[in-house]
């Protein structure tokens, strides 16, 4: 087959490659994006947005059964998961039409199909139709990660299940185990604890939510173990015993290790880069870990090698490798864009209640030697929060004594993944204490507790 020639490769069609592919054709390079499963990749089809109408289903069940504290009678309160699945597939379904749509609007050559790269410059796809030979100058690797599988705790889809698997259920789990506390476990053990099973969750950890600000992890849990959840810290499952139509788990706490049977178990203990078969070792690109080194711009040190994404490290977040897609697009095209400031990318987590975060946890910030002044403010002191009848919650904002630069800010409560946004703005624009103080907010809205919460940093807060 003849080989086409392209400016900007992009092995990988996620949130980082397709954003990639998309602004370099916008600044007016030859682009192609290969991608060997769903236009979307994880996020779009097996993770960020599914998990989210999944998510909108169980939190609509809830207030159903609330219905009576707001005035309303709702009977026979029920539900079809199958019907829930399916609308959460038709939004993903939606979406990965939209990217599709949108490469092919801004003329990117869309090429289904596993990528190898060959030599530097050089790209071959195993496609149905047989081997394409591409080349380009630049090569975007944007081919993301998959969820970690520990000895002995192994996926098999029925009885023991990834992300995957969760989202799109055989049946209803009566008994669940979650496996991970980080935002994926949690969202599954909200998920399908509200609908009904009986749920725990164990963390090796010393704490849920190990990345979240302390107190944030301590009052989420709080409202989990309110809600019936079972949460066990500092806790390990060495071994799972397959039966029929049952699992029994040898977990360790203390030393001691006890068994424990359940119907279902979901695996959510961290992710793997896709580095495998890419060709990326005989180039001479340095993989750690699983996951390819880069310098802050992305650039893997062999020249017109990229890498971006959850395939680069961490923070395991979209919106970081849509970010770091347009920053490698124009760097290709000439540019000089800034690099992405890790600490100034929010991490959200869509459990009952909300938990969002930006920048320094209280304790990080100590520990690089700030002295630091520490605003709260609880959703019980927040009309809104009271009319919502959602009064549990808290602000809270980490500042640099000195300067007043804002160096974090940590919720935990209804919607906090929508008002985040506020605090990362203030971060990326070097706001002080003094502009926050002098922002004029909305009133009722939930934003006023972000006032609130930087005012009681300087003891000045009005309504608590």
């Keep these: 087959m003849a080989s086409q020639s392209f400016d900007m490769i992009v092995i990988g069609a996620g949130p980082g490659g397709y954003v990639a592919a998309i602004r370099g054709a916008q600044l007016g390079l030859k682009v192609a994006c290969v991608e060997r499963?769903?236009?979307?990749?994880?996020?779009?089809?097996?993770?960020?947005?599914?998990?989210?109408?999944?998510?909108?289903?169980?939190?609509?069940?809830?207030y159903m059964h609330r219905a009576k504290e707001y005035g309303l009678s709702a009977e026979k309160i029920g539900f079809d998961l199958d019907?829930?699945?399916?609308?959460?597939?038709?939004?993903?379904?939606?979406?990965?039409s939209g990217v599709t749509h949108l490469l092919k609007k801004n003329k990117v050559t869309s090429i289904m199909g596993d990528a190898t790269i060959t030599a530097k410059g050089k790209v071959s796809v195993k496609t149905e139709k047989g081997t394409e030979e591409l080349t380009a100058k630049?090569?975007?690797?944007?081919?993301?990660?998959?969820?970690?599988?520990?000895?002995?705790?192994?996926?098999?889809?029925?009885?023991?299940?990834?992300?995957?698997?969760?989202?799109?259920?055989?049946?209803?789990?009566?008994?669940?185990?979650?496996?991970g506390s980080g935002a994926i476990g949690i969202e599954f053990a909200s998920f399908y604890h509200t609908l009904g099973a009986d749920t725990t969750v164990v963390e090796?950890?010393?704490?849920?939510?190990?990345?979240?600000?302390?107190?944030?992890?301590?009052?989420?849990?709080?409202?989990?173990?309110?809600q019936g959840l079972k949460i066990r810290e500092k806790t390990m499952v060495k071994?799972?015993?397959?039966?029929?139509?049952?699992?029994?788990?040898?977990?360790?706490?203390?030393?001691?290790?006890?068994?424990?049977?359940?119907?279902?178990?979901?695996?959510?203990?961290?992710?793997?880069g896709n580095v495998e078969g890419l060709g990326l070792e005989?180039?001479?690109v340095k993989v750690e870990r699983t996951h390819v080194v880069t310098d802050k711009h992305c650039r893997t040190g062999i020249e017109g090698v990229y890498a971006i994404g959850d395939v680069a490290g961490a923070p395991w977040l979209a919106h970081k490798a849509s970010h770091e897609g347009v920053m490698v697009a124009e760097l290709i095209a000439g540019g000089h864009p800034h690099a992405v400031d890790p600490d100034s990318i929010a991490g959200c987590t869509y459990c009952h209640p909300q938990v969002a975060s930006v920048g320094l946890t209280e304790a990080q910030a100590k520990?690089?030697?700030?002295?630091?002044?520490?605003?709260?403010?609880?959703?019980?002191?927040?009309?809104?929060?009271?009319?919502?009848?959602?009064?549990?919650?808290?602000?809270?904002?980490?500042?640099?004594?000195?300067?007043?630069?804002?160096?974090?800010?940590?919720?935990?409560?209804?919607?906090?993944?929508?008002?985040?946004q506020g605090y990362v703005v203030g971060r990326q624009l070097e706001t002080t204490e003094e502009d926050l103080m002098n922002t004029v907010f909305p009133h009722p809205t939930l934003s006023e507790m972000m006032h609130e919460s930087v005012l009681d940093a300087w003891g000045r807060a009005i309504h608590y």
């Excluded at 019907?83 to 990965?96: D, E, I, P, T, Y």
């Excluded at 977990?251 to 279902?264: C, H, S, Y």
């Design 37 to 62: 499963e769903h236009m979307g990749g994880i996020c779009l089809n097996w993770g960020c947005i599914p998990t989210k109408a999944l998510l909108r289903s169980s939190e609509i069940f809830h």
């Design 367 to 420: 520990e690089a030697g700030y002295k630091i002044k520490v605003g709260r403010f609880p959703f019980i002191g927040n009309g809104k929060a009271i009319a919502l009848g959602e009064p549990e919650g808290m602000v809270k904002t980490v500042f640099d004594e000195k300067t007043g630069a804002l160096l974090g800010a940590h919720m935990v409560g209804a919607e906090v993944t929508e008002l985040i």
């Design 204 to 226: 090796v950890m010393d704490r849920i939510l190990p990345v979240e600000d302390e107190e944030i992890s301590k009052f989420a849990k709080k409202q989990f173990e309110k």
């Design 138 to 179: 630049n090569i975007v690797v944007a081919t993301g990660a998959r969820a970690r599988e520990l000895p002995g705790l192994e996926a098999d889809g029925d009885l023991v299940w990834t992300y995957k698997a969760a989202l799109q259920p055989k049946r209803m789990p009566k008994k669940l185990l979650v496996i």
């Design 239 to 272: 071994k799972l015993d397959r039966g029929q139509g049952k699992v029994t788990a040898h977990i360790e706490q203390n030393g001691k290790t006890t068994t424990e049977e359940f119907d279902t178990v979901i695996s959510a203990v961290g992710i793997v």
């Design 83 to 96: 019907a829930v699945v399916k609308r959460s597939r038709g939004v993903a379904k939606q979406l990965n």
């Design 282 to 284: 005989e180039l001479g």
